[in-house]
């Protein structure tokens, strides 16, 4: 069963515009969760991360949010450029000491000019 | 800079081969990890490391095995390679006790033919 779950696998939006990413999660011990941008062959790379004790973090147009109770947090990018045009990974883990992460299976967003 | 490296970014094998899949991070990170992604499936997990000669199953080991002589070099094999193990493959790394800091090297994408 999927614990980490990304169930909208793309996404367009015009330049300028808010792009949302959505993510569900079912394993209630998760307590950090991180998004993860790639681009085409390329590696994923490290883009936030947000723990269960805050239900919002920010870095620059990048904002994650978190509700617990609902167990569903989501990536907000505001203004949305071309070059966000990537896949975005949503992961998972028990805790901020954990060495693997549960990796949702992705949203394609595409930032039209 | 941290760099994680793959030894090939293209790799065509027959089926019943032996492939090797060699990862050599330089960062000195005990943590190190071998995924698969797949259209659709995202990233999964199929073995970790966490210091030389250790070594964890994820989530889908069945058909690889794995190899942590040295510190920096995790290699993935495939004893027998099968068709349904066209992939591509990500290598990753961290330091203990921060999963979110995973960094990834560029992918090895393996046709099985």
């Known amino acids: 069963d999927q614990q980490v779950k990304q169930n909208s696998p793309s996404l367009s939006v015009q330049e300028g515009r808010i792009s949302i990413l959505n993510c569900d999660y079912t394993?209630?011990?998760?307590?950090?969760f991180l998004w993860y941008k790639k681009y085409p062959a390329e590696g994923p790379t490290f883009l936030i991360s947000?723990?269960?004790?805050?239900d919002k973090n920010e870095d620059g147009r990048f904002t994650v949010f978190l509700n617990k109770s609902a167990k569903h947090l989501s990536l907000h990018i505001v203004p949305s450029q071309p070059g966000d045009s990537a896949v975005y990974f949503c992961?998972?883990?028990?805790?901020?000491?954990?060495?693997?992460?549960?990796f949702g299976k992705g949203t394609t967003l595409s930032v039209s000019s | 800079d941290v760099k994680v490296t793959q030894s090939s970014r293209y790799l065509v094998k027959r089926t019943g081969e032996k492939v090797f899949l060699e990862c050599v991070q330089d960062?000195?990170?005990?943590?190190m990890f071998w995924y698969r992604q797949d259209p659709g499936l995202g990233l999964r997990l199929i073995y970790f490391?966490?210091?030389?000669?250790?070594?964890e199953k994820g989530d889908i080991p069945e058909g690889y095995s794995v190899s942590r002589e040295k510190k920096e070099r995790f290699s993935l094999i495939l004893e027998s390679a099968s068709t349904n193990q066209t992939s591509m493959y990500l290598c990753?790394?961290?330091?203990?006790?921060?999963?979110?800091?995973?960094?990834f090297g560029p992918g090895t994408r393996l046709t099985v033919l």
């Open positions: 490391s966490y210091d030389v000669k250790m070594k």
């Open positions: 992961a998972a883990s028990e805790d901020q000491a954990g060495t693997a992460l549960i």
């Open positions: 947000i723990s269960s004790i805050k």
């Open positions: 990753a790394s961290s330091l203990p006790g921060l999963a979110h800091t995973q960094y």
């Open positions: 960062m000195d990170h005990e943590n």
């Open positions: 394993n209630s011990m998760f307590d950090y």
